[in-house]
């Protein structure tokens, strides 16, 4: 690597940042960014100086300490001497709403702090007081003056209560003091913004027609009581002449506004920014983003195109794939298994943090035609538990194996981020600025675990693919939660980002004993497959091919089972298969759109191909269910029972029956 190519990458990792690119690198931490805004702290007596009020604490546990604090007088002391021991003290927060974004923390103290010491976390709960979604920072061992805890958690759309709760990790012994907790509110910014197209990092190719679009959503500030927004759009060249310039007004009574731009025909190749600057009621300038837009003769090896699909040299790629454990799992005896079972693509833990051969992985995969997405996520620091880089840095490590894989034929992508929370934006940022920079050739990839749209969005402008990994089965009374966690991963993509869901192949037991044994059927693991595509997945990524090997808890070799392996993987090749066969139709064929009941429990979707009619449908619930649709004209059914969907006609109309958790292709012809 040169030393300019050194010099960039510094500057990518440490430079501030307007908006969403800058030339040569992604986004990153910006210096000049102001902190965001909190709101009030929504703990009720944060600081114990009321004793305990507010706070639900065992019998027997923690206790009010007077002679030892943070702040004030008071603090909660606990010591605990039996690592079996695993207690909480808690408090259910009120005013919390779905979808804000929570900044949280505590000042502990600790003495002979076992495993990971003492923390806190925030965590919401449904209607029927059933877990969701939770963020837990690891916390600090050992013997340790007053040290801050914190981290961030966006509240899902389906939360009916959040706490905050404190305590010991799970086996910690020692004694701890905690003091000064606090959660407070993001309050979202003033303007906020969301590049749909050039949608891939900003380039677009010469020539492309396309109109150049933007998503503004504003968040008024209370003092703005009537009037307009004033935004101003600029495209100018690298020298700073403006190209096209127009302003426009909004009322304040809109939520947002989508903003085009028609570029000067025929662009030459080059840079351009588009700049766009929101002006309040009074004048005053509340929001200015610059764009950097890059005209390309040719575009990247692997990209996104702008309808979502990943396209490889040229042609559109449908990634059919699953999670791997370790390098074992990369041998040949699994590779041909899994491409047998109709799946292209793999993604494995077992590479990128450890001394092993990860080229030689690579050029397996390409033997057998698998794709890889290449996993560098546990290079941030926080993660990092391989061998110590020379200078310090974990993000060299990942900066090394960019380098090393960039050019292999089986690289499809690099995975940064496995479900980690908005706290660990800024490493990401790094992350992703580091990947691109060093390989423009191919899109990084994130998955979280989140049921709020809003959450996802955060992640918007340091991924160029989002996925979302529901879980649903063993663990729901249904499936639908596949449906939901599509659809929002979609609209948090605001049309400018891949959507590669993750659906599940395991068997929840092997990590939760007290769940009864269930994996997922053919039927099941097809119904989430079908759910994902119908809502707008471009890819799908099963988790996990390894877990199939497990009967119960703990994942051991005493729990490994060959025998129910083997079952299992039939079941998942046999859908693997249907699903790759269905593929062609969903890269090359044409949406139609169809009108769904405002009640509809079927989900469905329709495609043209081949001269076909393609109907894709999907119950997600543990029963049988009927959706009844009008004929699309000039089409008509040739076979009444298609699989096990049946179907029905009266006039117009026709009726589809699905049994439980039913799902498949339905074909109408001319």
Not at 221 to 244: C, F, M, R
Not at 290 to 307: C, N
């Amino acid at each position: 690597m040169s030393h300019m190519q050194k010099q960039l990458i510094t500057k990518c990792l440490g430079t501030a940042l307007l908006g969403s690119l800058l030339w040569g690198c992604a986004p990153t931490p910006a210096q000049e960014t102001p902190a965001p805004r909190l709101g009030a702290n929504l703990v009720q007596n944060p600081g114990f100086e009321n004793g305990v009020v507010g706070w639900s604490i065992p019998a027997g546990t923690a206790t009010l300490n007077s002679t030892v604090a943070h702040s004030g007088q008071n603090s909660l002391h606990y010591t605990n001497t039996d690592p079996k021991n695993y207690k909480f003290f808690r408090q259910k927060l009120t005013g919390v709403k779905p979808g804000q974004h929570l900044h949280f923390s505590v000042w502990a103290k600790g003495e002979n702090l076992t495993a990971k010491g003492a923390t806190l976390y925030v965590q919401s709960l449904d209607a029927d007081n059933k877990y969701i979604n939770g963020s837990y920072p690891p916390g600090i061992p050992g013997t340790h003056e007053w040290r801050q805890v914190k981290d961030e958690f966006i509240v899902p759309d389906n939360a009916a209560s959040t706490w905050v709760l404190l305590y010991l990790h799970r086996n910690a012994t020692g004694t701890a003091w905690f003091d000064d907790v606090e959660v407070r509110v993001e309050q979202p910014a003033t303007v906020e913004t969301f590049l749909r197209f050039p949608n891939y990092r900003g380039q677009v190719k010469q020539g492309d027609k396309t109109i150049w679009k933007t998503d503004l959503r504003f968040n008024p500030l209370p003092e703005w009581k009537n009037g307009s927004l004033q935004i101003e759009s600029t495209l100018a060249d690298a020298t700073g002449k403006a190209l096209v310039s127009n302003t426009r007004s909004v009322a304040l009574t809109e939520s947002g506004t989508l903003l085009s731009l028609d570029p000067p025909t025929n662009l030459p190749v080059g840079k351009y920014t588009w700049k766009q600057t929101v002006k309040g009621p009074d004048g005053q300038t509340v929001s200015q983003q610059a764009y950097p837009i890059q005209v390309v003769a040719a575009l990247p090896k692997v990209y996104i195109d702008s309808e979502g699909f990943t396209v490889v040299n040229g042609e559109r790629f449908f990634p059919l794939g699953m999670y791997l454990g370790n390098e074992e799992q990369t041998s040949p005896e699994h590779f041909t298994r899994m491409t047998e079972g109709g799946f292209n693509t793999v993604l494995n833990y077992g590479y990128g943090y450890r001394e092993n051969d990860p080229e030689a992985y690579l050029e397996r995969a390409a033997k057998h035609k698998l794709k890889v997405i290449y996993s560098t996520h546990n290079t941030m620091p926080g993660l990092y538990n391989g061998p110590e880089p020379a200078n310090g840095d974990s993000y060299s490590v990942a900066a090394d194996y960019v380098r090393r894989m960039r050019d292999k034929e089986a690289l499809l992508a690099w995975y940064i981020n496995d479900e980690r929370s908005p706290g660990w934006l800024p490493k990401l940022q790094k992350l992703h600025g580091l990947t691109t920079e060093l390989d423009p050739n191919h899109p990084t990839f994130q998955v979280l675990a989140n049921s709020s749209a809003s959450a996802l969005e955060k992640y918007f402008k340091v991924t160029d693919v989002l996925g979302n990994d529901p879980y649903p089965v063993g663990r729901e009374s249904d499936l639908t939660a596949t449906s939901h966690h599509t659809r929002i991963t979609v609209e948090a993509g605001h049309g400018g980002k891949g959507t590669w869901m993750v659906p599940q192949m395991m068997d929840w037991s092997v990590y939760r004993p007290e769940l009864k044994q269930h994996s997922p059927s053919r039927d099941e693991l097809r119904n989430q497959a079908y759910q994902a595509i119908i809502n707008g997945a471009k890819g799908l990524i099963f988790y996990t091919y390894y877990d199939m090997m497990y009967e119960k808890y703990p994942r051991t070799e005493a729990t490994k089972n060959p025998e129910l392996f083997k079952q299992r993987w039939e079941q998942a090749a046999a859908m693997g298969r249907e699903i790759n066969a269905l593929i062609p139709a969903i890269l090359q064929g044409e949406k139609m759109p169809l009108t769904l009941p405002a009640d509809a429990r079927v989900e469905a979707s329709a495609l043209t191909y081949n001269g076909e009619l393609l109907i894709l449908l999907a119950n997600p619930y543990y029963s049988a269910e009927k959706l009844t649709l009008s004929l699309p004209q000039g089409w008509k059914i040739a076979q009444a029972k298609q699989g096990h969907i049946e179907s029905t006609v009266n006039g117009n109309q026709v009726t589809f029956q699905l049994p439980s958790v039913g799902s498949g292709v339905f074909r109408l012809v001319k």
